[in-house]
């Protein structure tokens, strides 16, 4: 499929409501790139393209005019079988993420089976200096490295970050948060410790004390540690 008639499918399964009302959400991505494309169209979109031997005209077709064919974009890397491909692909779109939604939703199944090759990427993305790619490389090692594959190091490289992004700092507080349900003691010296920025701490805590998965106990602890403003 052509990068036009690509185009022209993201208008035919245009939704004018679910467009207005995503555009309040996404205060990056300017109101007149979006043509409101619901989710579960686009992902469906996604694994007709990804198996189309053109599909990487579309992926190289970069920057995009519009905000849903970023979030095609995402969801056609997160179909990639192939992890030298997908990883190569990943790289080339970040530069271009300009929207919270599209980082989050950018998830390749094949990084699954990955893991050992993950960390040297993820130490890049983190070091970019770009707000999405920043967010990402975080992402990723909350999604990926939660569980039994989880090192220390990963945790004290995230709350060496420090940025005035608040979607840097806001994906900071959720990958502890999420942290303190998987990993909550290995998590919880970085709060007793003071080891984040103030508002970073404190919305960790928020995030945290709102999940079924933490016990009240521990939410009463945690509560305990907040940051008072001055």
């Known amino acids: 499929m052509k990068i036009d008639e690509i185009r022209e499918e993201l208008f035919r399964l245009q939704d004018v409501k679910y467009r207005d009302f995503q555009s309040g959400l996404i205060p990056t991505a300017p109101p007149e790139t979006q043509i409101g494309v619901r989710t579960p169209e686009l992902r469906k979109l996604a694994k007709q393209l990804v198996k189309q031997d053109d599909v990487q005209d579309f992926l190289a077709d970069l920057p995009h005019r519009y905000f849903d064919e970023n979030q095609l974009h995402a969801f056609i890397l997160s179909e990639i079988k192939d992890f030298a491909w997908c990883l190569e692909e990943v790289n080339r779109f970040l530069p271009y993420v300009d929207n919270w939604a599209t980082c989050d939703q950018l998830s390749p199944k094949v990084f699954r089976k990955h893991h050992a090759e993950l960390p040297e990427p993820i130490r ?3 070091a970019s200096g770009h707000t999405y790619t920043i967010r990402f490389g ?3 090692l909350m999604e990926h490295f939660l569980g ?5 190091a990963y945790p004290e490289a995230i709350a060496a970050v420090r940025s005035e992004e608040y979607y840097v700092n806001m994906m900071i507080a959720w990958y502890f948060a999420t942290a303190l349900a998987k990993q909550y003691d290995a998590a919880l010296q970085f709060l007793e410790e ?3 920025d103030p508002w970073t701490h404190n919305k960790t805590i928020q995030k ?7 016990t009240d106990e521990q939410k009463a602890y945690l509560k305990s540690l907040r940051i008072k403003k001055k």
């Open 138 to 140: 975080i992402g990723m």
């Open 194 to 196: 003071r080891r984040l």
């Open 208 to 214: 945290a004390v709102e999940s079924y998965r933490i």
């Open 124 to 126: 890049a993305w983190m």
């Open 148 to 152: 039994e594959d989880f090192d220390i």
